[in-house]
């Protein structure tokens, strides 16, 4: 049987503001009634445009905000940070995200960056914690000479690279990845895609992988889920869902994503001339 590690049963998250002089307090629902499994060594694709309510689905999974209702699962336990989290089941979770640039300390070398979650979070010898971090290092494909350098030092992809060995020191089961190579060139894109599935083999690691790029999604997904305006309105395998989907917003969606492959582009050029 497979082992589900992340699992949301009717989850939701409201927000309340107010409505201004004498008018009512408005409430808005950005994540309404969600409900999924996921099972180990599994990535889910969570697609949708700006407003869709993908990025706080992201945050109630990384524990960060609560849900205003509803279940969240972490390896069959339920979780209610409001109620406080151990150690442990912070360490299962890590949040990795679109400019690493922004959460690596620029005073800080990246040895240091990397062995900060140890320091913090368990009780291991500085030593011991040296050698662990370099060893992340290297399993992201960056060097020892790497290990003194300070962040401003290394291109946008590099700092990807440093992001995912961070999130990785603490042995998560969970990785959420938001928008994680949209910043990137598409050479670099395709360099950390193939990074994360390699990690994702050798560690067993779980995936949330939140993105507008139906391109990556279609490359690294095992299923797919497709939010509009909070709502969850396609959850199925990747295939299914991009080959039939259902709802009238997911067609939407793909139809306007420009096709990538070769033949799509000489048809849009063979127009464009037509059209001259």
Do not use: C
Request: glycine share 6%; charged share 25%; proline share 5%.
């Amino acid at each position: 049987m497979s082992e589900i590690v992340l699992e949301t049963r009717h989850v939701t998250r409201d927000y309340h503001v107010s409505g201004g002089l004498f008018r009512p307090e408005k409430v808005i629902h950005a994540v309404k009634d969600a409900n999924f499994k996921l099972e180990k060594g599994k990535t889910l694709a969570i697609v949708g445009e700006s407003g869709s309510g993908k990025s706080t689905l992201a945050r109630i999974l990384t524990l960060i905000d609560p849900a205003t209702s509803g279940e969240l699962l972490i390896e069959g336990q339920p979780v209610d940070i409001t109620k406080g989290l151990s150690k442990e089941m912070r360490r299962k979770v890590q949040i990795i995200f679109q400019n690493p640039y922004g959460s690596l300390n620029p005073r800080q070398k990246i040895g240091d960056v990397l062995a900060e979650p140890l320091l913090i979070n368990t009780s291991m010898p500085a030593a011991e914690r040296r050698e662990k971090a370099m060893q992340m290092l290297l399993k992201v494909g960056l060097g020892p000479e790497h290990f003194n350098r300070y962040p401003h030092m290394f291109s946008g992809g590099q700092r990807q690279r440093i992001a995912i060995a961070r999130s990785l020191m603490l042995n998560p089961k969970l990785l959420v990845l938001d928008e994680p190579v949209s910043a990137l060139d598409l050479s670099v894109q395709a360099q950390i895609l193939n990074l994360l599935a390699d990690l994702q083999d050798e560690f067993g690691l779980t995936y949330v992988f939140i993105s507008h790029d139906l391109s990556v999604v279609r490359y690294i997904a095992d299923e797919v889920m497709v939010m509009y305006l909070g709502e969850v309105v396609e959850y199925g395998t990747r295939d299914a869902v991009f080959d039939n989907p259902q709802h009238s917003y997911t067609k939407t969606l793909f139809a306007a994503t420009p096709k990538a492959d070769v033949e799509s582009i000489k048809a849009r050029l063979a127009r464009k001339r037509a059209a001259a």
